[in-house]
């Protein structure tokens, strides 16, 4: 399972790779004549990655992971080995490692593709990953929407275990190692990975103050804890196979390796592709690989990395610093699919979400529905978030609706900026970013949606109850 094989790969009709497409982690999905058995996964070299691991000092993965340059591809994009590193060299507590597998951010599709077609390749990343980090107990919190999905992990672990990779005494080399399913309940707060920690205690699923609740150091049980997404682990086995530096040299400086988009919306082939970092540009992923707008439209806007990311517009452009120093200047379409420049951009490349939007799309209707989200899924410990996510929700429904008034959007706005860096965890933002960003963006049209005569209107029972005294 070689992922710079040359050997040629039968992928069912329809589902064949983009030819600007670097199938690594999903080599093997919508492949022919593939099934998730072990003895298919073993067949083509499956926890051959495993054993080599088991042969090395846990120091020497955690330096191969941190030479790739590997960044976590859950969201925030963090290097991944270094987080391995901030386990307290003193420690004497149990360690545990946790696979984010609640994949709830809007726009993102990819982690489930992985788990229903591949779940050996998570399951080996994980295991490697373990030995790496010191866990001798592992999890994959898994979202309540994936029933299948969890099914398919609890047959793959059985197998593995029954296989001699999990268990005691792992392929004879002295390790112990137990992983278990969690299914969640559906909350999209559990995404947050001291939320999820709560949640798999047992408790609301409330995220913890950092400092001094990092999970690296104070996590499940206030034990040392390693939160990975799925995709991010599943990198693992793979940068052990070509070595770190090698992996490396896939993608761009500080934006290595592969990652998963995937794009929904307004083109005429949505789905997933996996590319190297920062080798596609947005034009190339809109018009090669998706094959463009709908016909006879035009792009207006574009969501480049999950929901919660911020948008933009499709006539913006960006001056954006190069390498040497230089200052460059990019339209939408000449943005590199990387983290940094998406994020000199203005927005962040997130979970890679990439959602497309063309001119029949009503931004007041969009920005609505992004608001109905998160104020449904705020968890409710902090007064600015629980308060201010469903306010937002209220205004929005007035403007998409048309019964706002001109200075509604302000108002809009004003919320948003009161809920952004005022919450314990980063749900503050994501439920915020779009707000202020549509605004900033789209203001013109937002406020064209309300009408002068509902200044003064009363939009509720109570207030019109509140007016007449009773």
């Known amino acids: ?105 809007p726009g993102t599709f990819k982690d489930r593709y992985i788990i229903h077609q591949d779940p050996h ?6 295991t490697i990953s373990c030995f790496a980090v010191g866990a001798h107990l592992a999890y994959i919190y898994i979202r309540e929407e994936f029933p299948e999905g969890a099914q398919i992990l609890e047959k793959a672990i059985a197998e593995a275990r029954a296989r001699g990779f999990l268990g005691k005494n792992i392929c004879g080399s002295g390790f112990d190692l137990e992983i278990y399913v969690h299914r969640g309940a559906g909350a999209y707060i559990c995404g947050e990975e001291t939320g999820l920690i709560e949640s798999l205690e047992g408790k609301r699923p409330y995220p913890r103050i950092k400092p001094p609740y990092f999970p690296a150091a104070l996590g499940l049980y206030l034990c040392p804890t390693i939160v990975n997404n799925v995709e991010s682990l599943c990198h693992v086995r793979h940068i052990l196979a070509m070595g770190g530096a ?17 794009v929904s ?5 949505p789905g997933y592709f996996e590319v190297q970092v920062g080798k596609v540009t947005m034009g190339e992923v809109i018009n090669d690989m998706c094959g463009g707008l709908r016909p006879g439209r035009k792009l207006k806007a574009i969501i480049p990395g999950g929901s919660s990311a911020k948008v933009l517009r499709a006539d913006e452009t960006f001056k954006v610093k190069q390498p040497d120093g230089s200052m460059k200047e990019l339209s939408v379409w000449d943005i590199p699919m990387d983290f940094d420049t998406i994020a000199a951009c203005g927005s962040m490349a997130g979970s890679g979400g990439v959602i497309i939007m063309d001119d029949s799309r009503s931004m007041a ?36 609706g048309g019964t706002a008034s001109p200075e509604d959007v302000s108002l809009l706005e004003s919320v948003a900026y009161q809920i952004d860096g005022k919450t314990i965890c980063a749900f503050g933002e994501a439920c915020s970013w779009p707000t202020e960003s549509f605004i900033a963006k789209f203001r013109d049209e937002l406020t064209a949606a309300t009408r002068p005569e509902n200044r003064g209107r009363l939009h509720t029972d109570e207030a019109r109850l509140a007016a007449v005294g009773l």
């Open 1 to 105: 399972m070689n992922p710079t094989s040359t050997m040629a790969i039968n992928y069912k009709t329809g589902k064949q790779p983009h030819p600007k497409e670097h199938r690594m982690i999903f080599r093997n999905v919508d492949r022919e004549g593939w099934d998730t058995s072990i003895d298919c996964y073993l067949r083509e070299g499956g926890y051959d990655q495993l054993r080599k691991a088991l042969t090395m000092e846990p120091k020497a993965i955690t330096e191969e992971v941190k030479l790739s340059g590997l960044r976590g591809r859950g969201g925030a994009g963090f290097p991944t080995g270094v987080k391995w590193t901030f386990i307290p060299p003193n420690n004497t507590k149990p360690v545990y490692l946790i696979c984010n597998a609640d994949e709830s951010e």
């Open 265 to 269: 919306g307004d083109v005429v082939r």
């Open 121 to 126: 390749q998570l399951i080996e990343g994980m």
């Open 246 to 262: 090698e992996y490396a040299k896939l993608g761009t400086p500080r934006n290595t390796g592969t990652r998963i988009l995937c």
């Open 365 to 400: 209707w969009v920005l609505n529905n992004l608001n109905a989200f998160y104020a449904h899924e705020s968890c409710g410990q902090c007064t600015p978030c629980r308060e201010g996510s469903l306010w937002m929700r209220k205004i929005s429904d007035r403007i998409a």
